[in-house]
């Protein structure tokens, strides 16, 4: 069991909105398990979130490129934010994402590229501009779309310089149709997933543990009703439709115009592109999203050093 401490305790607060004394006893019963604490109030209405919402350690910039037919996107994280409007440092993610359209999606492939007019790989040559620059540097991931007749589209939110922000998107719109048609639509659901998140593209490719901690959490919820089982079961199953309209990306309400489902909105898509139209990937990185910040006790450090 877990030391529940002070700091853990405001962990969870922080994570979960809920209060210091309803935590502290989250915390209790769950043997000092935050993700377990963190169901622990909701199952009992005192927390809203399921997610983590704590800040990110990583800075850096989030790139993109298409070419038509494929998109790639790479994460390359540094220590502060200011590296992210460095010209040497942008040129790199640049040169990298570019590479990493050529790829295979691979992190380990994209990292032993050769880097273009240096006799080096990419991962040597952010090494050196590790020295140049003064800042540790990561390339964190790489993602890659294609498609075989269509549009890969993508989208870069927080732009600093085109093809490089804080968040990037790419879609993959299968059709023989009208090809000016799809690369607007695809910009335009790409803007979509950079607003809505979503975490699956359709009900089948939700994770079954995400979809089973959910399950459980409603089910409890359920329960405080007083209902009978039977009752309780439809409830969560009407619950659960709820849920994929939040993280299904084809189930998700367009918020372009808060009515229609992304679903339809491709259906619809066939009349003006000429030929049916299917949305078969997406991509969406957001800088830093999973790493959490390491919070330093300032006062600590000087009296540590201190002696």
Request: with cysteine; glycine share 10%.
């Amino acid at each position: 069991m877990a030391e529940i401490t002070a700091a853990l305790v405001k962990d969870l607060r922080e994570k979960s909105g809920a209060g210091m004394m309803d935590c502290k006893k989250a915390l209790t019963e769950t043997g000092g398990d935050l993700e377990a604490a963190i169901d622990w109030l909701r199952k009992k209405g005192l927390a809203a979130a399921a997610k983590k919402a704590g800040r990110v350690a990583a800075e850096g910039l989030v790139g993109v490129a298409t070419n038509g037919l494929a998109g790639a996107a790479v994460e390359l994280n540094a220590e502060t934010d200011f590296v992210a409007r460095n010209e040497a440092f942008q040129a790199a993610v640049s040169t990298v994402t570019k590479l990493a359209l050529d790829g295979n999606g691979d992190l380990e492939s994209l990292k032993a590229t050769d880097y273009p007019g240096t006799g080096r790989n990419v991962t040597d040559e952010l090494t050196s501009l590790v020295a140049t620059i003064g800042e540790n540097m990561s390339l964190r991931r790489v993602a890659r779309l294609t498609v075989n007749d269509g549009v890969v589209a993508s989208y870069v939110h927080s732009a600093l310089v085109p093809g490089l922000g804080k968040i990037g998107v790419l879609v993959a719109l299968e059709s023989t149709g009208d090809k000016a048609v799809l690369a607007d639509l695809g910009k335009q659901i790409a803007m979509h997933v950079a607003a809505a998140r979503p975490e699956a593209l359709d009900v089948g490719d939700v994770s079954t543990a995400n979809l089973d901690r959910e399950r459980a959490v409603l089910v409890e919820q359920a329960r405080v009703s007083g209902k009978p089982e039977n009752i309780i079961e439809k409830m969560v199953e009407g619950r659960i439709r709820k849920y994929y309209e939040e993280v299904v990306l084809l189930e998700q309400l367009y918020v372009i115009d808060g009515e229609t489902k992304i679903r339809k909105v491709v259906e619809n898509a066939a009349k003006t592109a000429g030929a049916p139209v299917a949305l078969t990937g997406f991509v969406r990185f957001a800088l830093g999203e999973g790493i959490e910040k390491e919070q330093a006790d300032f006062a600590a450090e000087v009296a540590k050093m201190a002696g």
